[in-house]
Every structure is written in structure tokens, then in C-alpha cells.
């Protein structure tokens, strides 16, 4: 179930987002400045090579800790970012006022919630867990 779990979130932010965002309302967004675009392209290829090296740890390695923090911090910078987009003019929105929802949320905050949410949960069960020697 842990595995499982890890690979979810990972599949979020390695490949969902990249295909979510490469196209013209991100990457190829004609109203976005070329320093914007190379920072968009930067932040995808490296999460989804961070995903990479993530899902070779929990499926090679077994080594599932490294795996959910290094997923955890990807994560948790999108939703810090999304809890401050205030403070720096930042939206979930697009330009021309759509959103993409479920359930009247965001999708990005849903799903990566909901990610989070699981991830600090195996984290802790594998904290409780007696080690036995």
C-alpha cells in the first residue's frame, strides 16, 4: 500500500502536471515571457526527474522514506505557493478567468492534497511501526 501510494503522488507531479502544463496555457502560453517559459520548463524537468529517481528508490531500492520526503517537498511547494499566491499575484486561474475544478476545487489542490494528506500518513505509520531485531 506504501508503494502504491509513493507511485500516486510521484505519477502527480512527474507526469500529470508535465501534461497538464505543456501546452499554450503554460509552456507555449504566447503571453508569457520568455524568462517565464524557461522557469515552467525547468520546474517540470526537474520534478519529474526528481519523480524518476524517486520511483527507482520505492521499486529498486525499497527505500521508501527518501521517496515520500523528496515527493513531500515537491508537493508541499505547490501548496505553499497556492496558500501565497496573494502575497505575490500568483492564481490557479487562467487568463481568461477559467479554472479547473472538481467538486469546486482546484484540481492541482485536490489532487496534491489529497497526496500530501497520504504521504505525511505512511511517513508517521512508518515511524510507529516497532523495528524488530
Not at 524537468?45 to 520505492?58: E, F, H, P
Not at 505553499?80 to 477559467?98: E, H, N, R, V
Amino acid at each position: 500500500m506504501k508503494k502504491s501510494i509513493i507511485t500516486f503522488s510521484i505519477i502527480l507531479y512527474a507526469v500529470t502536471v508535465p501534461f497538464l502544463e505543456i501546452n499554450n496555457t503554460h509552456v507555449f502560453n504566447p503571453d508569457w515571457t520568455p524568462h517565464v517559459r524557461i522557469h515552467e520548463v525547468w520546474q517540470l524537468i526537474t520534478n519529474s526527474a526528481i519523480g524518476i529517481l524517486c520511483l527507482w528508490l520505492v521499486w529498486v531500492k525499497n527505500e521508501t522514506k527518501i521517496s515520500t520526503v523528496l515527493s513531500l517537498i515537491i508537493i508541499g511547494g505547490f501548496l505553499l505557493a497556492y496558500i501565497l499566491q496573494d502575497f505575490y499575484g500568483g492564481s490557479m486561474k487562467y487568463l481568461d478567468g477559467s479554472e479547473k475544478t472538481l467538486l469546486g476545487i482546484n484540481i492541482g489542490v485536490l489532487g496534491f492534497g489529497i497526496a500530501f494528506i497520504l504521504l505525511l500518513l505512511t511517513l508517521i505509520a512508518a515511524k510507529q511501526k516497532p523495528k524488530i531485531s
